[in-house]
């Protein structure tokens, strides 16, 4: 009988997709088997479809996407991230999917804020605001005043959310099931992973107390950031689908007219946003994920206030070092490092060759580098970066494709605010620094000793690499040696240690 249910909602999302001429879309994501979009078509021929669509293939799938309620929505958000998955045209297209829904009755407001509270609204608030001021998928934001005159934010999710997306995620779930069953593609682009980061988002959006946590997280880490700061949460306000925070009075990014009328200094506001956003990912490791015009405010004094904390992103340390060692190596065009960093964070399977892995550096970056420096984008970069991650069979690193979305939203917010802001002159400060208080010998030496048995238990393969370029030999060596790399490997710090301790064993036996 599931079975059956599962169809039906195939036939509803065939017939959504066609009224907004989206089905075309489909037939331009590689994993679709071509028979699909056809079948589609041929399901609902009869579906009129709606008229002044746009010619973008990704903004008529974005349209469909959101007439079919949340669920859809977050996957689209989703499939934003992924242009491994669906294509940059496609992914691109998705990144103008609005969350925007119609506001549901203030009585079921009124409601759902009092069960959860436990007290009536007149007991809270000097008044409560009939009106939503947004209202999105998941929630829908109220402004009002509380008895000692402060005006908050009052965000309530959806009566009844969690019914749906259940329903519907299951649905996903299904589908990729049956893809990583049938094709090997669906396997290497973890589409059973893409719908668990869906599933991951939405249970952390439909509890509010996580949101109110990842914003508190975020304002510990920021703190003393210059021009930069998040708004107060009123904890004794907030529940798990309740949660209030400061009122935020100023112009959203997205009125970039309205913030010039102000006086605001342009180009200052997107250095900023740009500065944060990498000090964020490199420094702390947890970062705002969904930079979109109308989540930041520009205050009377010009700084900048990020709300909505439902999506946020998390990187290890060696992933953060990742980033900024590619970045660095990007900047400097040493593209054998660049390649190297990603042999040694297992990114690509073993027998894959460093020299050509190095050779598709080039030729990714010196087409962007060679432009004019205004026009060249880190997060363009990274996005042509993870695009090879099919010829060399990599698996995607979901974490770094939220990543490079972000940066390319923070990207576009500077560009809004200052046509001709340098995003490398912006971005290489915070990034030096990083690689300065991170990848010095000394740091390098301690990253060593903490890697010594996650690089002996590769000993073996590397072993193996340099008898195989023993027996081939390159090219004969010029006279003069070439310098090694500024960022040499771990591997020799961790050689030496190795040696070190048994001549140490052997001396104090």
Not at 71 to 97: C, H, N, S, W
Not at 108 to 120: C, D, F, H, S, T
Request: glycine letters at 6%; one cysteine or more; aromatic letters at 8%.
């Amino acid at each position: 009988m599931r079975v059956f249910s599962y169809l039906f909602q195939l036939y509803l999302m065939a017939i959504g997709l066609r009224r907004f001429g989206a089905i075309r879309a489909l037939s331009r994501i590689d994993i679709v088997p071509p028979w699909g979009p056809r079948l589609l078509r041929a399901m609902t021929f009869y579906v009129p479809r709606k008229r002044a669509l746009p010619d973008c293939d990704g903004e008529r799938l974005a349209m469909a996407l959101a007439g079919m309620g949340p669920a859809y929505i977050k996957l689209g958000q989703t499939l934003a991230t992924r242009p491994d998955l669906v294509g940059r045209p496609i992914a691109e297209g998705l990144t103008t999917l609005q969350d925007r829904l119609p506001a549901f009755a203030f009585s079921k407001a009124k409601a759902m804020v009092e069960e959860q509270l436990g007290r009536p609204l007149d007991e809270i608030f000097n008044w409560f605001g009939e009106e939503a001021v947004a209202a999105a998928s998941i929630a829908q934001v109220h402004k009002a005043e509380l008895k000692d005159g402060r005006k908050v934010a009052v965000k309530i999710l959806r009566p009844d959310i969690e019914k749906r997306f259940i329903r519907d995620l299951a649905l996903f779930d299904w589908l990729a099931a049956l893809a990583e069953r049938n094709s090997a593609e669906a396997r290497r682009l973890r589409l059973l992973q893409v719908c668990d980061k869906i599933r991951e988002t939405v249970l952390r959006e439909m509890d509010l107390r996580l949101e109110a946590a990842a914003a508190a997280e975020l304002s510990d880490n920021m703190s003393g950031e210059p021009g930069y700061r998040i708004p107060t949460v009123e904890w004794e306000l907030t529940a798990r689908r309740v949660m209030t925070l400061e009122w935020v009075e100023g112009i959203r990014v997205s009125d970039a007219a309205g913030l010039e009328k102000a006086g605001h200094d342009m180009k200052a506001l997107g250095t900023t946003i740009v500065q944060v956003f990498l000090k964020q990912a490199l420094r702390d490791g947890f970062f705002h994920a969904d930079l979109h015009q109308g989540n930041l405010i520009i205050e009377p004094s010009g700084t900048v206030v990020a709300v909505d904390f439902g999506i946020m992103g998390r990187l290890t340390k060696l992933e953060r070092r990742f980033l900024a060692e590619i970045l660095f190596g990007f900047i400097r065009r040493d593209y054998d490092r660049v390649a190297e960093v990603h042999f040694d964070a297992d990114f690509v399977p073993a027998g894959e060759s460093l020299e050509e892995f190095s050779q598709a550096m080039r030729a990714i970056a010196d087409p962007i580098m060679d432009l004019p420096v205004e026009e060249i984008s880190a997060g363009k970069l990274l996005a042509q970066l993870f695009a090879t991650t099919e010829r060399f069979k990599m698996q995607t690193q979901p974490q770094l494709l939220l990543l490079q979305r972000t940066m390319v939203m923070a990207e576009g917010m500077a560009l809004h605010l200052h046509p001709k802001s340098n995003m490398w002159q912006i971005s290489e400060p915070v990034i030096e620094h990083w690689v300065r208080a991170n990848l010095s010998p000394e740091i390098q030496l301690a990253d060593a000793i903490n890697q010594l048995p996650r690089l002996l238990e590769r000993l073996p393969s590397r072993i193996e690499r340099w008898l195989a370029d023993e027996q081939n030999p390159a090219q004969p060596a010029p006279a003069e040696p070439a310098p090694a790399p500024k960022n040499s490997s771990l591997w020799p710090f961790a050689f030496g240690l190795i040696v070190g301790a048994l001549l140490l064993k052997i001396l104090t036996y």
